[in-house]
């Protein structure tokens, strides 16, 4: 068995290690452990303290001296339990402090494409209900590959519609997007830059195919100013 797994499952290298000698020696006494573990008489038995404070060890007398042993293995499953059980208990007040801190960070720096699958998929929460998206880019389409049919068809179940402006030159290419109205606006106003507006966020979005970023701004003014902005080209684009 590997000192690894059980430092996993929360020991110490020296608990670790005191647990594995236990398992393998059966009831012993402190100097077998030392000598099986090199490790000092004294951290023996500070360590196999911890160890039964945890319900991993256990002792048993026999002529005035403690014989230590290994508990169950599965003694590790209900540390987990119990692990598992304090988080829940605690899970409604921190989530409660993650909120406040949330509402604090009004803007947010994404790279690459894992980046922007993160800023996508904020947009699939309940809340939204419709994606607006200013100068739209087929490049979206080649970085993030198979990725939007997923996209869509989960925003299509969800029912968050969306309209999207692209340049002309788009039209050409006979990009479909589902659950969406779509207009064009002239190849002059083509940009790398997209613009999605969704609840009381705007993400600018630079589809590069080296360096892909976004900067999602979460402030209610500046998403109702895009809206804005969105539904005066809106007005302008066919």
Request: overall charge positive; aromatic content about 10%.
């Amino acid at each position: 068995m590997e000192i690894a797994v059980l430092k996993e499952a929360g020991l110490t290298n020296n608990e670790a290690s005191i647990y594995k000698a236990l398992l393998e020696l059966g009831p012993s006494l402190a100097g077998q452990i030392s000598r099986k573990t090199g490790l000092h008489r004294r951290t023996v038995y500070d360590v196999v303290e911890m160890l039964i404070k945890k319900g991993l060890v256990g002792y048993i007398l026999k002529n005035n001296r403690k014989l230590f042993e290994a508990s169950s293995p599965e003694r590790f499953l209900d540390i987990l339990k119990e692990k598992q059980n304090s988080i829940n208990e605690f899970l409604p007040q921190m989530m409660s402090m993650y909120g406040k801190t949330q509402e604090k960070q009004e803007t947010n720096f994404y790279k690459g494409r894992l980046g922007l699958k993160t800023v996508l998929e904020d947009q699939l929460q309940k809340e939204t209900k419709e994606i607006l998206i200013l100068g739209a880019s087929p490049l979206a389409y080649e970085i993030l590959e198979f990725y939007f049919k997923w996209f869509d068809k989960k925003r299509k179940a969800r029912k968050i519609k969306s309209r999207i402006i692209f340049n002309k030159d788009n039209k050409k290419k006979k990009i479909k997007v589902p659950y969406s109205n779509i207009k064009y606006l002239p190849q002059k106003y083509s940009s790398p830059l997209a613009v999605n507006v969704y609840r009381d966020k705007v993400a600018i979005i630079l589809w590069s195919k080296d360096n892909p970023i976004a900067i999602v701004i979460k402030n209610k003014e500046i998403s109702e100013g895009y809206k804005k902005y969105f539904e005066l080209m809106w007005r302008f684009a066919k």
